[in-house]
C-alpha cells in the first residue's frame, strides 16, 4: 500500500568520499516534494548533500498558491542552492517538470556543475493561456493537471484544482526562462516520457534550439508526465547518479585541482 502524499521538504548531508557534491532539486506545479522525495533519497543514499524545498503555495491550497508569484518559487530554489555552495565543492540541479524549468533557471543564474531534468516545461500548450492574464479575474480555477502516470495506484499529491492566477505565473515564468537558457554552460541530462499528456514536444523543442550546453537525452518508454513515480522511476535515478560521476570525473581529471569549487572553475580558463 502507498502512504499519502507527504508535502514536506526533504534534506540530507554529504555522507560520500572526496569532493562534497550536492544536488538542489524542485517539484512541478501544484505538486510536493512528495513526486521527487524517492529520487531524493537514492541520491542521498548515494552520499550527496540533498536540498528539495516546498515551493511557496505549495503543499498548502491552490487558494494560497492562487497568491503567490513566480519570483517566489525561483527564489526558494536559489536559496536552496545557496545553502549548498556553502557547504559543497559542487552543487547539480534536478527537478520535475515546472521543477525542471527551475533547475534550468538555475542552471543559467548559477556555476552548477550540471543539470538533470524530467520533462521540463518551457511552453503552455493550453491555448486559454493566450488569455490567461485576462481570465484569471473571471475564473479562480480549473480542473487538475494532475496524476498523469502509467503505473496504478500512485497518487502525487497536487492539488484538486489548477489556480488560473498560478497559471499566469507559471506562463511569465516560462518566457522568462526561455531568454536564459543561451546562458546554460555546465552539461544537461534530459529524460523525456514518450508519452506525456502534460508537457507537450514544443518545450523540448525550445530546450534544443536554445541550450548550446552539452546535452543528453533518454527517452522513458513505459511512463507518464510524472515519471518520478512511474515505471521508469530507477532508470531516472540510476541515469542521474551516472551522470553526476561521469560529469565529476570529467571535472576532477581536468588541470584545475580537485578541491576547487564549481564557481573557481567556471571563472578559470580550461577547454
Known amino acids: 500500500m502507498n502512504t499519502l502524499p507527504d508535502p514536506s521538504p526533504y534534506t540530507s548531508d554529504f555522507t560520500g568520499s572526496g569532493p562534497s557534491i ?9 505538486g510536493s516534494p512528495h513526486s521527487m522525495r524517492p529520487w531524493a533519497e537514492y541520491l ?48 547539480f540541479a534536478a ?29 503552455i500548450d493550453d491555448p486559454r493561456a493566450a488569455v490567461v492574464g485576462i481570465l484569471k479575474h473571471v475564473m479562480k ?38 531568454t536564459l537558457l543561451p546562458r546554460i554552460s555546465a552539461p544537461v541530462r534530459v529524460f523525456r516520457s514518450s508519452v506525456d499528456h502534460v508537457v507537450s514536444d514544443r518545450s523540448i523543442k525550445q530546450l534544443k534550439e536554445r541550450v548550446t550546453a552539452s546535452m543528453e537525452f533518454s527517452t522513458l518508454e513505459n511512463s507518464y ?20 560521476r561521469k560529469t565529476m570525473a570529467g571535472l576532477t581529471s581536468s588541470s584545475a585541482p580537485a578541491s576547487q569549487s564549481a564557481a573557481e572553475l567556471r571563472d578559470s580558463p580550461h577547454e
Not at 550536492?22 to 501544484?30: K, L
Not at 515551493?55 to 530554489?77: F, I, S
Not at 515519471?227 to 531516472?236: P, Q, R
Open 22 to 30: 550536492g544536488v538542489v532539486m524542485s517539484h512541478g506545479f501544484t
Open 44 to 91: 542521498a543514499a548515494e552520499g550527496y548533500a540533498v536540498r528539495l524545498p516546498l515551493l511557496p503555495g505549495h503543499g498548502t491550497t491552490w487558494q494560497d498558491m492562487a497568491t503567490r508569484h513566480w519570483q517566489e518559487w525561483h527564489q526558494a530554489v536559489d536559496a536552496a542552492y545557496l545553502e549548498l555552495e556553502a557547504e559543497c565543492d559542487f552543487v
Open 95 to 123: 527537478g520535475l517538470s515546472m521543477g525542471g524549468t527551475l533547475a534550468l533557471r538555475i542552471a543559467a543564474t548559477r556555476p552548477v556543475a550540471g543539470t538533470v531534468v524530467v520533462n521540463p516545461g518551457l511552453v
Open 141 to 178: 480555477s480549473t480542473p487538475a493537471i494532475a496524476n498523469d502516470i502509467l503505473k496504478p495506484g500512485m497518487d502525487e499529491g497536487a492539488y484538486p484544482r489548477t489556480p488560473v492566477a498560478a497559471a499566469h505565473e507559471l506562463k511569465k515564468m516560462y518566457k522568462d526562462t526561455v
Open 225 to 244: 508526465h510524472v515519471a518520478t513515480l512511474d515505471n521508469d522511476a530507477l532508470e531516472i535515478f540510476r541515469g542521474s547518479a551516472e551522470f553526476i
